[in-house]
C-alpha cells in the first residue's frame, strides 16, 4: 500500500514538474537530410542508397559554384524544436561522424524562426551559425570530404507551431 | 513809452542806446516781456540765418557730380541691350516644373523597385546572422543563389574513406551528446 502510494506521488510529482517547466513545450520540428554529392561514381558511398526526389535533385544541381552531377541519401533525421532546451540532430545515425546542435532564440516571429545551430564532425566543433529560417526553406551547409565526393547538408525547419 | 519799432529793439539789443530812450526801453521790456520776446523771435533766428551763411552758395564739386550721373545713365542705356539676350537654360524655364516632375517620379518607381527586389530576397532566402568556425585552417562562404543559401565550409579534415559511416561507424571519441554545454566548451575550446 505504501509502495503504491508512493509511486503515484512520485508520477503526479513528476508530471507537475513537467508541467510547470515551459521550456520544454515543443515549438516546432527541424530536419536534416545529408547527401553524398560527387563528380564520380556516386556507389561508393553505399550499393543501397537511394537517389534524391528529382525535383530535389534538380535543385541541388542549380546550386552556382557547387553543383555536383550524381547525389545519393545518407541520412535523415527529425527532431522537436524545444521552446528553450537544446536539441539534437543526427543524420547518420547510428553514426556520430556528423552532428547538429540546435535551440531557438526567442520565439517564432512571422513564421520565422532564429536558431543557434552548431555542426559537429568526429565530434568536434566545426561551424556555429545564428540562421533565421522559414517553414519550406532549407540552408545547405557543403561539409566534409569523403570518398571522392562531400557530404551536403540540408537543414530545414518542417513544423511551426506557434 | 508806446511800443518801439523794430529798430529801436534792434539797436536796445546790440547795446547803442542812451539816456532817455535806453530808460524807455528798458521801462518797456519789464513790463512786455511776452511782447518783447514775439519781436524779439523769428525775426532775430532769420537774421542770425541771413548773417552766418552767404546768400547763394554752389553745391561742392557740381561739374564732377553731373558728370558722374551722365556717365552712370550711359552705361545703364549701353548694357540695357545685352539683358535682352538672356541665358540659354533661362529661355527653358518652363520646362524645368515637369522636368522635376518626371525625376521625382523616376526615383519614385526606383525606390519600390529596390524594396521589391529586398522583400523578395528575404522571403526565398534563409538569412544568417554570423558563421563562425572554430577549428584552425577551417573557412567558410555564404552563397545565395536562386533564392537558396548555401554555407560552404572549406579546409575540413577529410573523413576518411574507410569509415563507412553509411553503416553507422563513427570516428573514437567522446560524444559531445553526452556532455552539457560547458564541458563542451571547456573540452574543445
Redo the contacts between chains.
Keep these: 500500500m505504501i509502495i503504491r502510494l508512493f509511486c503515484v506521488l512520485t508520477l503526479l510529482f513528476s508530471c507537475i514538474v513537467s508541467a510547470a517547466d515551459l521550456g520544454k513545450e515543443v515549438i516546432g520540428r527541424m530536419q536534416v537530410q545529408v547527401y553524398f554529392a560527387t563528380n564520380g561514381e556516386a556507389s561508393v558511398a553505399g550499393q543501397a542508397l537511394k537517389k534524391p526526389d528529382p525535383e530535389i535533385e534538380k535543385k541541388l544541381k542549380n546550386l552556382r559554384e557547387t553543383s555536383y552531377k550524381h547525389y545519393r541519401v545518407l541520412g535523415m533525421d527529425r527532431q522537436p524544436v524545444f521552446r528553450s532546451y537544446e536539441n539534437w540532430l543526427t543524420p547518420l545515425k547510428p553514426s556520430e561522424e556528423l552532428l547538429l546542435s540546435f535551440e531557438p532564440r526567442g520565439n517564432a516571429q512571422s513564421g520565422k524562426m532564429m536558431l543557434d545551430l552548431e555542426l559537429w564532425q568526429s565530434r568536434k566543433k566545426i561551424m556555429k551559425a545564428g540562421p533565421t529560417l522559414e517553414k519550406g526553406k532549407p540552408l545547405y551547409i557543403f561539409g566534409p570530404k569523403w570518398r571522392g565526393g562531400r557530404l551536403l547538408l540540408a537543414i530545414e525547419l518542417v513544423e511551426l507551431l506557434q | 513809452m508806446n511800443n518801439p519799432d523794430e529798430s529801436t529793439i534792434q539797436n536796445w539789443l546790440k547795446g547803442e542806446l542812451e539816456g532817455n530812450e535806453l530808460k524807455q526801453m528798458e521801462a518797456w521790456a519789464e513790463e512786455n516781456a511776452a511782447e518783447l520776446e514775439a519781436k524779439m523771435g523769428w525775426d532775430a533766428l532769420g537774421d542770425e540765418i541771413s548773417q552766418a551763411l552767404p546768400s547763394e552758395q554752389e553745391p561742392p564739386y557740381a561739374d564732377f557730380f553731373n558728370e558722374r550721373v551722365k556717365h552712370h545713365a550711359v552705361e545703364l542705356v549701353e548694357t540695357s541691350p545685352a539683358t535682352k539676350a538672356a541665358p540659354l537654360w533661362k529661355r527653358f524655364n518652363w520646362i524645368l516644373t515637369p522636368a522635376a516632375m518626371a525625376g521625382m517620379a523616376f526615383c519614385f518607381y526606383l525606390g519600390t523597385r529596390i524594396d521589391q527586389d529586398v522583400a523578395t530576397s528575404e522571403?526565398?532566402?534563409?538569412?544568417?546572422?554570423?558563421?563562425?568556425?572554430?577549428?584552425s585552417g577551417?573557412h567558410?562562404e555564404v552563397?545565395h543563389?536562386?533564392?537558396?543559401?548555401?554555407?560552404?565550409?572549406d579546409g575540413?579534415?577529410?573523413?576518411p574513406?574507410t569509415?563507412?559511416?553509411?553503416?553507422?561507424?563513427?570516428?573514437h571519441?567522446?560524444?559531445?551528446?553526452m556532455m552539457v554545454?560547458t564541458e563542451?566548451e571547456n573540452l574543445?575550446?
Design positions: 522571403q526565398s532566402a534563409a538569412v544568417l546572422e554570423e558563421v563562425y568556425t572554430p577549428a577551417v567558410s552563397l543563389s536562386g533564392g537558396i543559401t548555401v554555407i560552404v565550409l575540413l579534415d577529410e573523413i574513406d569509415l563507412d559511416i553509411a553503416s553507422g561507424e563513427t570516428g571519441g567522446l560524444s559531445p551528446r554545454k563542451r574543445y575550446f
